[in-house]
């Protein structure tokens, strides 16, 4: 339960993968595109504490096997961008792709994954000369919905009885967002 706490010590645990990046320019045109997967596994058989979770047993432990993934770490992360120069404008564009991933508290990795997202981000810059230059940019410019975090909730029949789910908090995706200003340059 509470007084126990939520965290122990793992004996072994493996983070390993591969990052990979490329980028060039074709006249007036820079793009680049970069890779990272990741494998975050426990590389231990152990008993975590998550009093939360559907499987726990009576004293509030799910058994983790050597294998299973470490929760909030995405298997794998995609960006691809460009930016185009017109003269003085500069016009850039970005998508950026993270994979699913398990919730907090889910270290045996039997319930459902957050689902994996994709997000597109433009920008726009124009000189006004060597130190002067206006900006914007837009986040989330389709404005998707997402979740880029999760956790399993406390058990809730303590406060509101007759409830058979656990809750589940997701961290939201921030939705679309913009920016403009002037930028100067020292």
Do not use: C
């Not at 909730?153 to 920016?179: N, Q, S």
């Amino acid at each position: 339960g509470r007084s126990t706490g939520l965290f122990a010590n793992v004996d072994q645990t493996r983070r390993w993968g591969l990052e990979s990046a490329i980028s060039g320019n074709l006249d007036q045109l820079a793009w680049y595109a970069s890779l990272s997967v990741i494998q975050a596994t426990f590389e231990d058989d152990f008993n975590v504490l998550s009093p939360n979770h559907p499987a726990a047993n009576a004293e509030g432990e799910v058994p983790v096997q050597r294998g299973d993934r470490i929760p909030g770490i995405p298997e794998s992360l995609f960006k691809i961008g460009a930016d185009y120069q017109f003269g003085n404008l500069f016009l850039g564009a970005e998508a950026i792709y993270n994979a699913s991933q398990y919730l907090r508290g889910d270290e045996s990795n039997d319930l459902d994954k957050i689902s994996g997202y994709m997000m597109v981000n433009l920008r726009a810059q124009f000189s006004l000369g060597d130190n002067f230059s206006l900006f914007a940019r837009v986040t989330n410019a389709l404005d998707k919905d997402f979740e880029n975090f999760g956790l399993l909730g406390e058990d809730p029949t303590e406060v509101i009885p007759d409830i058979d789910d656990t809750p589940v908090f997701l961290g939201v995706g921030a939705p679309r967002a913009a920016w403009v200003g002037l930028r100067f340059q020292f």
